[in-house]
């Protein structure tokens, strides 16, 4: 017989029953409590706090000491992950450990003119005619190739083939025409399909009529992945284990038929009518959707290994609740680090297709960087961290309701004006505010160029935990009865983080032999477009100065790829191209990389590349 035991979660109320002795965060994961676990449950990022009302626990390290003060444990703090439950007990789960739905950002640009998506349904002509083995099926209106029929579609057609008018639903998705289903009646107008970022943080997604391209519903929700780890090596580390993998697919698609639950319930529309999925996601998130081990994306010649050709599945072998036979279409990756997100964007943005030369930037926890233009494409990833997402930041929070999105320093009285989402009192920073914070500090001199937060000028400078630190919003002001502060240790991961974002763009510069002023287009996709300071973003250094390039934010690349070639069968034939055409540059191997890293660890950074702000 099991040992169980009681365990109950506040402020939620929660209530679970467990085996005594079980990890803590194993228990909130399986409640479906939504908590950070940036680390996925290694004691290495301190952000899956608790606090310990009543009850027994035993610790599993000492790891805790380097996250948690003496104080905040002396009130019952506990890093959920290293700890177990010995006893009945009851947990609160403090407002910073948990995850909130951050701010959505839907596409800018998703014009298509030519409408041919890779689904659609034709009347079936009468008579079905009876040739030998198979009835010959002709489809009204339709002229291409004779398609192709499986065993089980072929006899739902015999099984109905007198009941006039009859409905087949064509699919070009595996590159050749198939039916994949046969209804009774006219249905020609009931044809659906979901167009899907597949985000590492959230799945954002758009019910899509696909006989006029009309997005009919949009929604969205976190990946419920994200307690297994919050990074992508976190999540290949869990995936090593066949049962590791099987629960992080088993996520992914719970979340996604999650999604399609409320859009076709809130739009009344039959499951059975989206005929066509197209995903864009990362490399990492494309694998385990597909249930594909995404091990070997861990070693650098993983690169290699990496197929270009898109991944097509059937719905019904993944287990999404959409058509059984609908194909979901992965947009193709290109390498461990730049996948079908990343082609995604390079579609929307329409750099392939224009003769200027253009910088495409992506700044999530993984950077990418693309140059080119219609001749060439080269890129480069980079791990600039999710630090511009408020992660891995001491009061770093994604922008979500009480992230505090943009400040200002008074250079009089070193106070910080700022405006928080959702007007309520802050209780994190979020990445718009966080490279506000650091090109503030530096513009008033409470940061040098090395990136050392400046003693002495202002009482708000102060000795903490972490060594200096500066008081961006005092206690009583705050949502979490804490000051809200900027350490060094988040200066120094900032710092990194931007050199390794600025050294990368440098790189490809050197090797493609290009000077600033040559860039005749920015674009900047993703929450880092739309609403960082630009400004700020380049006075901390995170990336040149293009004085000649116009800055166009891209808005969600992936979703706009993932719709974009929803409804055109040329467009994916086109992000093919784009994925085989793109030359990947990897910097972990580069040689000239660490040089550019290194002259990048300066705020700004050089004048050749920095003309207005650098030394
Ligand atoms: S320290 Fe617990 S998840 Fe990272």
């Not at 909130?100 to 008579?127: C, N, Q, T, W």
């Not at 580390?237 to 038929?257: C, D, M, W």
């Not at 409470?446 to 200096?468: A, C, H, S």
């Amino acid at each position: 017989m099991k040992d169980l035991v009681t365990i109950i979660f506040n402020p939620m109320g929660k209530v679970v029953e467990v085996e005594r002795g079980s990890i803590l965060l194993d228990v909130i994961r399986e409640a479906g409590i939504m908590i950070h676990s940036i680390c996925g449950g290694h004691g290495e990022c301190g952000t899956c706090r608790v606090i310990l009302n009543k009850g027994k626990v035993s610790k599993t390290s000492t790891r805790y000491r380097k996250w948690l003060s003496p104080q905040e444990i002396s009130e019952g703090y506990h890093l959920a992950c290293q700890i177990r439950v010995l006893s009945d007990s009851e947990f609160t789960i403090p407002i910073e450990s948990l995850v909130f739905s951050p701010k959505i950002l839907l596409s800018a640009e998703m014009k298509i003119e030519d409408i041919k998506p890779a689904s659609r349904k034709y009347l079936i002509e009468p008579p079905f005619l009876r040739t030998g083995e198979q009835g010959l099926i002709r489809l009204r209106g339709y002229s291409g190739p004779y398609p192709k029929v499986d065993e089980e579609v072929y006899r739902k057609i015999l099984s109905i083939k007198d009941k006039e008018p009859i409905t087949a639903t064509l699919t070009m998705a595996n590159n050749y025409p198939e039916i994949i289903d046969v209804e009774i009646g006219d249905r020609t107008d009931s044809n659906y399909g979901l167009a899907i970022d597949l985000g590492t943080t959230t799945i954002v997604t758009l019910l899509v009529k696909l006989t006029n391209g009309k997005i009919l519903g949009s929604i969205s929700e976190l990946n419920s992945q994200i307690t297994y780890g919050e990074a992508l090596v976190a999540r290949i580390a869990y995936a090593k284990e066949p049962e590791g993998l099987k629960k992080l697919q088993r996520k992914a698609v719970e979340s996604i038929n999650d999604l399609i639950d409320r859009l076709t319930s809130n739009l009344g529309i039959k499951k059975e009518d989206i005929t066509d999925i197209s995903i864009g996601g990362n490399t990492v998130m494309n694998h385990l959707l597909a249930g594909l081990d995404p091990a070997y994306l861990s070693y650098v010649d993983g690169n290699e290994k990496v197929s270009r050709n898109p991944i097509i599945r059937k719905a019904k072998d993944l287990g999404i609740n959409a058509n059984t036979r609908a194909y979901i279409y992965c947009l193709p990756n290109v390498s461990r680090f730049l996948g079908g997100d990343a082609v995604g964007d390079v579609l929307a943005s329409g750099i392939y297709d224009s003769n200027e030369l253009s910088l495409l930037v992506d700044m999530g926890t993984n950077g990418e960087i693309i140059f080119g233009n219609n001749l060439w494409l080269m890129s480069a990833s980079c791990a600039s961290g999710p630090a511009f997402e408020g992660g891995g930041i001491k009061f770093g929070i994604r922008a979500m309701q009480g992230g505090i999105e943009h400040l200002k320093i008074s250079p009089e009285t070193f106070e910080a004006e700022y405006t928080v989402i959702g007007d309520t009192r802050p209780r994190g920073i979020c990445g718009s505010g966080i490279i506000d914070a650091a090109a503030e500090m530096f513009s008033v001199g409470i940061l040098d160029f090395t990136g050392k937060i400046v003693e002495g000028r202002t009482p708000l400078v102060r000795r903490g935990r972490d060594g200096l630190e500066y008081i961006l919003v005092p206690t009583e002001k705050t949502a979490i009865r804490r000051d809200i502060v900027i350490t060094q240790r988040d200066m120094d991961y900032l710092m990194d983080s931007k050199a390794a974002t600025c050294g990368a763009i440098i790189v490809l510069m050197r090797k493609l032999k290009i000077s600033i002023y040559e860039i005749k287009n920015l674009y900047l996709a993703g929450a880092f477009g739309a609403y960082a300071d630009l400004k700020n973003a380049t006075k901390f250094g995170i990336f040149p100065e293009f004085p000649n390039a116009k800055i166009h934010p891209l808005g969600n690349g992936s979703l706009a790829g993932a719709y974009t070639t929803h409804l055109s069968v040329e467009k994916r034939k086109k992000t093919k191209e784009i994925a085989e055409k793109m030359f990947y540059v990897d910097l972990l191997v580069d040689t000239m990389f660490s040089d550019a890293y290194s002259e990048s660890l300066y705020v700004p950074g050089r004048k050749e590349f920095f003309p207005n702000y650098g030394f």
